[in-house]
C-alpha cells in the first residue's frame, strides 16, 4: 500500500519549487469568503415604507430543500400577519425561468405566497433601499454578517437569526468554521430550527445562551420544520411485498459532508458482508443533486442513486421501501429520517451531543439510533432488519410526534414570539 501523494492524508512536505515568478493571483478560498461578505450597498431613506427584510444566499431551483422552504414559509406567515416583507439575496442569483416564483409556490405551504412578499436582488441592483425602522431576519452564517450591517444604519439594535444549524459543523474545522462561529456573538434574537437545536445551544452556552440560560430563554424561540406529508402503506401492503428495499440519503457532495455519505456506504457493506441482508434486498440511494448513478458496495451489490425527485414526488415513492438510512453529524435531528419513518420504513439514524436516543425515540418508534461510527450504524442496520416483519408496529411508528404542516409549525403562539423577537409589541 502505497501513501497517496497531494491526498488530504499526506503531511509531507512538498517539494522545494524554484521562486515563484509572473502576476499574483488572488488566494481562491480567500477570495470566495471575501465575496461572501462584500457589502451590500444598503442605503438608508425616510421615504421607503417600513419592512421586514429576510435574507437568504440566493434562489436557486436545484436546491430547494427543506431549509428554504422554511425560510419562504416564514416570509409568508410574517406577511400574512400584516407585515410588509422583503425577501433579499445575498449572493449572486443565477437567471431565473420566467415562472420561477409559480415554482416555489408548488413547495408545502407556499401556495399564492410569493404575490404577497416582495424580492430584491441585491448583488444585481446593486444598492437596496431600507427604512431606518426595517428589521432584518437572517438565514445563514453569512447573512448575518450582512443583516448586522444593515441594522447598524437604523434604529434596531440587533437582528432575528433564524438558526437551522450550527452552522460550524457544516466545514471541516478551520477558516469557514472559525468565520461562521463568530456570527453567534453578533447582537440578535435567535428562532431555533428544532428544540435540538436550541437544547444543544443552551448547554454549550452558545449565542443567546453565552449568559444567563433565562435571557436565553427570553431571546428565543423554536419550530419544528414541517416534514413532507406522506402516506405510509397499510401493514397489509407490506405484508404483499416480494423483495425488500434500503433506501440511503446519499448526500456526497462536498457540502455535505455533514451527512457521512462514506460512513454510510461502508456500513451498508459491513451489513452485507456480516449477512444481515438476506436475499431478494434491493439497495438505493436518494438526495444527490449530481452524484452517479450506481455505486458498488460489498459481494457485487450495488446502489442505485435515484435522480432528484420534486416535494411531491418524493413523498410518494418514501413509502415503498423497507430500511431507511439517514445521518447527520450535527445536533439537528434532519427531517429527512423523520419523514422515512412517518412513510413506515425503519430507520437508522445517528446521535450527537444533545441529540440522543431517547429524544430520536420520543419522535418515533420507527427510528433506530445509532452511535454514529462503522460499527454503530451496521448494528443500527442489523436491528432495522430485524424487525421489518413487524408490519403493525411500522404502521402505529409512522404516526410520528413531529408536524407535516406550516401552519402548526408556525402556528399563532410561534408567530406571536417571532415577532415579539422582531420588536414589535
Not at 416564514?74 to 439575496?89: C, D, N, S
Not at 418514501?318 to 450535527?330: H, I, P, R
Not at 454514529?372 to 416483519?389: K, Q, T, Y
Given at each position: 500500500?502505497?501513501?497517496?501523494?497531494?491526498?488530504?492524508?499526506?503531511?509531507?512536505?512538498?517539494?522545494?519549487?524554484?521562486?515563484?515568478?509572473?502576476?499574483?493571483?488572488?488566494?481562491?478560498?480567500?477570495?470566495?469568503?471575501?465575496?461572501?461578505?462584500?457589502?451590500?450597498?444598503?442605503?438608508?431613506?425616510?421615504?421607503?415604507?417600513?419592512?421586514?427584510?429576510?435574507?437568504?444566499?440566493?434562489?436557486?431551483?436545484?436546491?430547494?430543500?427543506?431549509?428554504?422552504?422554511?425560510?419562504?414559509?416564514?416570509?409568508?406567515?410574517?406577511?400574512?400577519?400584516?407585515?410588509?416583507?422583503?425577501?433579499?439575496?445575498?449572493?449572486?442569483?443565477?437567471?431565473?425561468?420566467?415562472?420561477?416564483?409559480?415554482?416555489?409556490?408548488?413547495?408545502?405551504?407556499?401556495?399564492?405566497?410569493?404575490?404577497?412578499?416582495?424580492?430584491?436582488?441585491?448583488?444585481?441592483?446593486?444598492?437596496?433601499?431600507?427604512?431606518?425602522?426595517?428589521?432584518?431576519?437572517?438565514?445563514?452564517?453569512?447573512?448575518?454578517?450582512?443583516?448586522?450591517?444593515?441594522?447598524?444604519?437604523?434604529?434596531?439594535d440587533r437582528f432575528l437569526y433564524l438558526i437551522q444549524?450550527?452552522?460550524?459543523?457544516?466545514?471541516?474545522?478551520?477558516?469557514?468554521?472559525?468565520?461562521?462561529?463568530?456570527?453567534?456573538?453578533?447582537?440578535?434574537?435567535?428562532?431555533?430550527?428544532?428544540?435540538?437545536?436550541?437544547?444543544?445551544?443552551?448547554?454549550?452556552?452558545?449565542?443567546?445562551?453565552?449568559?444567563?440560560?433565562?435571557?436565553?430563554?427570553?431571546?428565543?424561540?423554536?419550530?419544528?420544520?414541517?416534514?413532507?406529508?406522506?402516506?405510509?402503506?397499510?401493514?397489509?401492503?407490506?405484508?404483499?411485498?416480494?423483495?425488500?428495499?434500503?433506501?440511503?440519503?446519499?448526500?456526497?457532495?462536498?457540502?455535505?459532508?455533514?451527512?457521512?455519505?462514506?460512513?454510510?456506504?461502508?456500513?451498508?457493506?459491513?451489513?452485507?458482508?456480516?449477512g444481515t441482508f438476506g436475499e431478494g434486498w434491493e439497495?438505493?440511494?436518494?438526495?444527490?443533486?449530481?452524484?452517479?448513478?450506481?455505486?458498488?458496495?460489498?459481494?457485487?451489490?450495488?446502489?442505485?442513486?435515484?435522480?432528484?425527485?420534486?416535494?411531491?414526488?418524493?413523498?410518494?415513492?418514501?413509502?415503498?421501501?423497507?430500511?431507511?438510512l439517514s445521518l447527520m453529524l450535527t445536533p439537528h435531528?434532519?427531517?429527512?429520517?423523520?419523514?422515512?419513518?412517518?412513510?413506515?420504513?425503519?430507520?437508522?439514524?445517528?446521535?450527537?451531543?444533545?441529540?440522543?436516543?431517547?429524544?430520536?425515540?420520543?419522535?418515533?418508534?420507527?427510528?433506530?439510533?445509532?452511535?454514529?461510527?462503522?460499527?454503530?450504524?451496521?448494528?443500527?442496520?442489523?436491528?432495522?432488519?430485524?424487525?421489518?416483519?413487524?408490519?403493525?408496529?411500522?404502521?402505529?411508528?409512522?404516526?410520528?410526534?413531529?408536524?407535516?404542516?406550516?401552519?402548526?409549525?408556525?402556528?399563532?403562539?410561534?408567530?406571536?414570539?417571532?415577532?415579539?423577537?422582531?420588536?414589535?409589541?
Amino acid at each position: 500500500w502505497e501513501r497517496p501523494i497531494g491526498s488530504p492524508f499526506d503531511a509531507s512536505l512538498p517539494a522545494p519549487e524554484e521562486e515563484a515568478g509572473g502576476e499574483a493571483f488572488p488566494d481562491p478560498e480567500t477570495a470566495h469568503i471575501e465575496r461572501l461578505l462584500a457589502p451590500l450597498g444598503f442605503r438608508v431613506s425616510e421615504s421607503e415604507p417600513e419592512r421586514i427584510n429576510l435574507l437568504i444566499p440566493t434562489i436557486d431551483l436545484r436546491h430547494l430543500f427543506g431549509g428554504y422552504i422554511a425560510k419562504f414559509n416564514l416570509a409568508r406567515k410574517l406577511a400574512e400577519a400584516g407585515h410588509r416583507v422583503r425577501i433579499v439575496t445575498v449572493d449572486p442569483t443565477p437567471e431565473l425561468p420566467a415562472d420561477w416564483r409559480r415554482q416555489v409556490e408548488a413547495y408545502s405551504g407556499l401556495a399564492g405566497a410569493m404575490s404577497r412578499i416582495e424580492v430584491a436582488f441585491a448583488r444585481e441592483q446593486g444598492e437596496v433601499a431600507i427604512g431606518p425602522r426595517d428589521r432584518f431576519v437572517a438565514t445563514t452564517w453569512w447573512t448575518a454578517y450582512h443583516a448586522r450591517d444593515a441594522v447598524a444604519l437604523t434604529e434596531g439594535d440587533r437582528f432575528l437569526y433564524l438558526i437551522q444549524e450550527y452552522e460550524p459543523f457544516t466545514f471541516v474545522m478551520g477558516s469557514w468554521a472559525a468565520i461562521a462561529a463568530e456570527t453567534y456573538s453578533f447582537p440578535h434574537a435567535a428562532l431555533f430550527s428544532t428544540e435540538f437545536l436550541r437544547a444543544y445551544f443552551a448547554a454549550n452556552r452558545i449565542g443567546v445562551y453565552s449568559g444567563d440560560p433565562a435571557d436565553g430563554d427570553r431571546s428565543s424561540v423554536s419550530f419544528e420544520n414541517a416534514i413532507t406529508a406522506v402516506r405510509a402503506p397499510s401493514a397489509a401492503d407490506l405484508a404483499e411485498r416480494e423483495s425488500r428495499r434500503l433506501l440511503f440519503y446519499a448526500r456526497s457532495e462536498p457540502h455535505a459532508k455533514r451527512n457521512m455519505f462514506e460512513l454510510g456506504m461502508i456500513a451498508i457493506s459491513r451489513a452485507i458482508e456480516a449477512g444481515t441482508f438476506g436475499e431478494g434486498w434491493e439497495f438505493f440511494g436518494i438526495g444527490s443533486v449530481s452524484g452517479r448513478a450506481r455505486v458498488a458496495i460489498a459481494n457485487g451489490n450495488e446502489l442505485d442513486v435515484l435522480p432528484r425527485q420534486d416535494q411531491a414526488r418524493y413523498g410518494e415513492i418514501l413509502g415503498g421501501y423497507d430500511v431507511g438510512l439517514s445521518l447527520m453529524l450535527t445536533p439537528h435531528p434532519s427531517l429527512v429520517p423523520i419523514e422515512m419513518a412517518s412513510a413506515g420504513l425503519l430507520t437508522v439514524t445517528n446521535t450527537f451531543a444533545t441529540k440522543t436516543a431517547e429524544r430520536l425515540a420520543a419522535i418515533s418508534a420507527n427510528l433506530i439510533a445509532a452511535e454514529p461510527s462503522i460499527e454503530g450504524v451496521a448494528a443500527g442496520l442489523a436491528a432495522a432488519v430485524a424487525r421489518v416483519d413487524d408490519h403493525e408496529g411500522r404502521v402505529r411508528g409512522a404516526a410520528v410526534d413531529w408536524s407535516s404542516d406550516w401552519e402548526r409549525s408556525l402556528d399563532p403562539s410561534a408567530m406571536a414570539a417571532v415577532q415579539r423577537l422582531l420588536g414589535f409589541g
